[in-house]
T-cell receptor, first 116, second 110 residues
Framework: EAGVVQSPRYKIIEKKQPVAFWCNPI?????LYWYRQNLGQGPELLIR????????DSQLPKDRFSAERLKGVDSTLKIQPAELGDSAVYLC??????????????FGNGTRLTVT | GENVEQHPSTLSVQEGDSAVIKCTYS??????FPWYKQELGKRPQLIID?????GEKKDQRIAVTLNKTAKHFSLHITETQPEDSAVYFC?????????FGAGTRLTVKP
Protein backbone atom coordinates (compact mmCIF):
# COMPACT_ATOMS: atom_id res chain seq x y z
CA GLU A 1 0.00 0.00 0.00
CA ALA A 2 1.11 3.56 -0.62
CA GLY A 3 2.19 5.41 2.49
CA VAL A 4 1.23 8.83 3.75
CA VAL A 5 2.28 11.42 1.18
CA GLN A 6 3.21 14.96 2.11
CA SER A 7 4.31 17.91 0.02
CA PRO A 8 6.35 19.94 -0.24
CA ARG A 9 9.31 18.20 1.36
CA TYR A 10 11.05 21.49 2.14
CA LYS A 11 9.85 25.09 2.24
CA ILE A 12 11.77 28.28 2.91
CA ILE A 13 9.80 31.49 3.31
CA GLU A 14 10.26 34.94 4.77
CA LYS A 15 8.39 35.86 7.92
CA LYS A 16 4.91 37.27 7.45
CA GLN A 17 4.43 35.21 4.28
CA PRO A 18 1.76 32.52 4.01
CA VAL A 19 2.56 28.82 3.57
CA ALA A 20 0.52 25.68 3.02
CA PHE A 21 1.26 22.00 3.48
CA TRP A 22 -0.60 19.12 1.89
CA CYS A 23 -1.17 15.57 3.08
CA ASN A 24 -2.68 12.50 1.45
CA PRO A 25 -3.27 9.74 4.01
CA ILE A 26 -3.24 6.01 3.47
CA UNK A 27 -6.37 4.91 1.66
CA UNK A 28 -9.09 3.92 4.10
CA UNK A 29 -7.53 5.64 7.10
CA UNK A 30 -10.24 7.80 8.61
CA UNK A 31 -8.11 9.47 11.29
CA LEU A 32 -5.64 12.13 10.21
CA TYR A 33 -3.19 14.04 12.39
CA TRP A 34 -1.00 17.08 11.98
CA TYR A 35 1.96 17.24 14.33
CA ARG A 36 4.72 19.82 14.66
CA GLN A 37 8.18 18.58 15.56
CA ASN A 38 10.78 21.05 16.72
CA LEU A 39 14.45 20.08 16.57
CA GLY A 40 15.32 17.59 19.27
CA GLN A 41 11.75 17.25 20.51
CA GLY A 42 8.83 14.89 20.14
CA PRO A 43 5.87 15.44 17.82
CA GLU A 44 3.31 17.87 19.24
CA LEU A 45 -0.29 17.46 18.16
CA LEU A 46 -1.79 20.39 16.29
CA ILE A 47 -5.06 18.90 15.07
CA ARG A 48 -6.77 15.54 14.69
CA UNK A 49 -9.51 14.68 12.22
CA UNK A 50 -11.97 11.83 12.31
CA UNK A 51 -13.14 11.72 8.69
CA UNK A 52 -13.85 15.38 7.84
CA UNK A 53 -14.48 16.49 11.43
CA UNK A 54 -11.79 18.21 13.47
CA UNK A 55 -12.24 16.41 16.80
CA UNK A 56 -9.26 18.00 18.58
CA ASP A 57 -7.80 21.35 17.57
CA SER A 58 -7.13 22.61 21.08
CA GLN A 59 -3.41 23.04 20.40
CA LEU A 60 -3.76 24.71 17.01
CA PRO A 61 -2.78 28.43 17.20
CA LYS A 62 -5.96 29.61 15.57
CA ASP A 63 -4.85 33.19 15.11
CA ARG A 64 -2.48 32.13 12.33
CA PHE A 65 -3.00 28.42 11.67
CA SER A 66 -5.89 26.81 9.83
CA ALA A 67 -6.56 23.34 8.51
CA GLU A 68 -9.13 21.56 6.47
CA ARG A 69 -9.91 18.03 5.38
CA LEU A 70 -12.43 18.23 2.62
CA LYS A 71 -14.32 15.02 1.84
CA GLY A 72 -12.47 13.30 4.66
CA VAL A 73 -9.42 12.38 2.58
CA ASP A 74 -6.66 14.90 1.78
CA SER A 75 -5.82 17.65 4.21
CA THR A 76 -4.08 21.01 4.08
CA LEU A 77 -2.47 22.96 6.90
CA LYS A 78 -1.95 26.68 6.43
CA ILE A 79 0.02 29.30 8.31
CA GLN A 80 -0.67 32.96 7.67
CA PRO A 81 1.36 34.94 8.47
CA ALA A 82 4.38 32.79 9.32
CA GLU A 83 6.66 33.74 12.22
CA LEU A 84 10.29 32.80 12.90
CA GLY A 85 9.15 30.45 15.66
CA ASP A 86 7.13 28.40 13.19
CA SER A 87 10.31 26.86 11.77
CA ALA A 88 9.89 23.12 12.37
CA VAL A 89 9.03 19.85 10.67
CA TYR A 90 5.29 19.44 10.10
CA LEU A 91 4.32 15.79 10.16
CA CYS A 92 1.11 14.31 8.88
CA UNK A 93 -0.01 10.89 10.08
CA UNK A 94 -3.01 8.66 9.57
CA UNK A 95 -4.55 5.65 11.23
CA UNK A 96 -7.64 3.51 11.19
CA UNK A 97 -10.14 3.55 13.99
CA UNK A 98 -11.83 0.43 15.32
CA UNK A 99 -14.48 1.20 17.91
CA UNK A 100 -12.81 2.85 20.90
CA UNK A 101 -9.40 1.29 20.26
CA UNK A 102 -6.39 3.26 19.13
CA UNK A 103 -4.31 2.12 16.17
CA UNK A 104 -0.71 2.66 15.08
CA UNK A 105 0.06 5.93 13.35
CA UNK A 106 1.66 5.92 9.94
CA PHE A 107 3.70 9.06 9.32
CA GLY A 108 4.55 10.93 6.16
CA ASN A 109 8.06 12.21 5.50
CA GLY A 110 7.12 15.64 6.79
CA THR A 111 7.59 19.17 5.50
CA ARG A 112 10.61 21.00 6.86
CA LEU A 113 9.66 24.66 7.15
CA THR A 114 12.30 27.36 7.53
CA VAL A 115 11.10 30.89 8.21
CA THR A 116 13.75 33.58 7.67
CA GLY B 1 -5.00 16.14 28.22
CA GLU B 2 -2.43 13.39 28.29
CA ASN B 3 1.12 14.24 29.33
CA VAL B 4 3.94 11.83 28.52
CA GLU B 5 7.37 12.14 30.08
CA GLN B 6 10.36 10.21 28.77
CA HIS B 7 13.78 9.49 30.28
CA PRO B 8 16.65 9.66 29.65
CA SER B 9 16.93 12.27 26.92
CA THR B 10 20.23 10.76 25.75
CA LEU B 11 21.63 7.28 26.21
CA SER B 12 24.96 5.90 25.10
CA VAL B 13 25.75 2.20 25.30
CA GLN B 14 28.42 -0.15 24.06
CA GLU B 15 27.52 -2.52 21.25
CA GLY B 16 26.07 -5.70 22.71
CA ASP B 17 24.84 -4.05 25.90
CA SER B 18 21.19 -3.50 26.76
CA ALA B 19 19.34 -0.18 26.61
CA VAL B 20 16.28 0.81 28.63
CA ILE B 21 14.07 3.83 28.02
CA LYS B 22 11.30 4.75 30.45
CA CYS B 23 8.08 6.72 30.06
CA THR B 24 5.31 7.84 32.36
CA TYR B 25 1.84 9.01 31.41
CA SER B 26 -0.80 11.01 33.24
CA UNK B 27 -4.17 9.84 31.86
CA UNK B 28 -5.22 6.56 33.48
CA UNK B 29 -7.68 6.03 30.60
CA UNK B 30 -4.87 5.71 28.05
CA UNK B 31 -4.89 2.17 26.74
CA UNK B 32 -2.43 2.00 23.84
CA PHE B 33 1.32 2.57 24.07
CA PRO B 34 3.44 2.50 20.90
CA TRP B 35 7.15 3.10 20.48
CA TYR B 36 8.60 4.80 17.42
CA LYS B 37 12.14 4.94 16.05
CA GLN B 38 13.21 7.99 14.08
CA GLU B 39 16.47 8.06 12.18
CA LEU B 40 18.00 11.38 11.21
CA GLY B 41 15.90 13.17 8.59
CA LYS B 42 13.37 10.35 8.35
CA ARG B 43 9.83 9.72 9.47
CA PRO B 44 9.04 8.06 12.82
CA GLN B 45 8.45 4.33 12.35
CA LEU B 46 6.58 2.01 14.69
CA ILE B 47 8.82 -0.64 16.26
CA ILE B 48 6.58 -2.16 18.91
CA ASP B 49 3.35 -1.41 20.75
CA UNK B 50 1.42 -2.69 23.75
CA UNK B 51 -2.19 -2.43 24.87
CA UNK B 52 -3.36 -1.97 28.41
CA UNK B 53 -4.63 -5.54 28.77
CA UNK B 54 -1.07 -6.87 28.42
CA GLY B 55 1.85 -6.43 30.81
CA GLU B 56 4.71 -7.33 28.48
CA LYS B 57 5.39 -7.88 24.81
CA LYS B 58 8.52 -9.04 23.06
CA ASP B 59 9.69 -8.99 19.45
CA GLN B 60 13.18 -10.44 18.94
CA ARG B 61 15.62 -8.03 20.64
CA ILE B 62 12.93 -5.52 21.61
CA ALA B 63 10.51 -5.74 24.51
CA VAL B 64 8.06 -3.39 26.16
CA THR B 65 6.67 -3.59 29.68
CA LEU B 66 3.63 -1.77 31.06
CA ASN B 67 2.72 -1.02 34.68
CA LYS B 68 -0.81 0.41 34.62
CA THR B 69 -0.93 1.00 38.36
CA ALA B 70 2.18 3.16 38.30
CA LYS B 71 1.34 4.55 34.85
CA HIS B 72 4.70 3.83 33.35
CA PHE B 73 6.04 1.74 30.51
CA SER B 74 9.52 0.91 29.29
CA LEU B 75 11.35 -0.11 26.13
CA HIS B 76 14.10 -2.68 26.43
CA ILE B 77 16.60 -3.33 23.64
CA THR B 78 18.99 -6.23 24.14
CA GLU B 79 22.22 -7.00 22.27
CA THR B 80 22.31 -3.50 20.85
CA GLN B 81 23.84 -2.91 17.43
CA PRO B 82 25.13 0.29 15.80
CA GLU B 83 22.05 0.38 13.56
CA ASP B 84 19.90 0.76 16.67
CA SER B 85 21.31 4.29 16.98
CA ALA B 86 18.36 6.69 16.52
CA VAL B 87 15.85 8.75 18.45
CA TYR B 88 13.14 6.72 20.15
CA PHE B 89 9.73 8.14 21.09
CA CYS B 90 7.15 6.66 23.39
CA UNK B 91 3.48 7.60 23.08
CA UNK B 92 0.24 7.09 24.96
CA UNK B 93 -3.18 7.06 23.39
CA UNK B 94 -6.86 6.92 24.28
CA UNK B 95 -9.44 6.78 21.51
CA UNK B 96 -6.83 7.69 18.88
CA UNK B 97 -5.73 10.79 20.81
CA UNK B 98 -1.99 10.08 20.72
CA UNK B 99 0.61 12.14 22.59
CA PHE B 100 4.36 11.68 22.42
CA GLY B 101 7.26 11.90 24.78
CA ALA B 102 10.20 14.22 24.09
CA GLY B 103 12.39 11.42 22.77
CA THR B 104 15.59 9.58 23.71
CA ARG B 105 18.65 9.78 21.52
CA LEU B 106 20.30 6.37 21.66
CA THR B 107 23.90 5.99 20.53
CA VAL B 108 25.38 2.51 20.23
CA LYS B 109 29.15 2.62 20.12
CA PRO B 110 30.90 -0.12 18.15
Amino acid sequence: EAGVVQSPRYKIIEKKQPVAFWCNPISGHNTLYWYRQNLGQGPELLIRYENEEAVDDSQLPKDRFSAERLKGVDSTLKIQPAELGDSAVYLCASSTRTGGSSSPLHFGNGTRLTVT
Amino acid sequence: GENVEQHPSTLSVQEGDSAVIKCTYSDSASNYFPWYKQELGKRPQLIIDIRSNVGEKKDQRIAVTLNKTAKHFSLHITETQPEDSAVYFCAASRNNDMRFGAGTRLTVKP
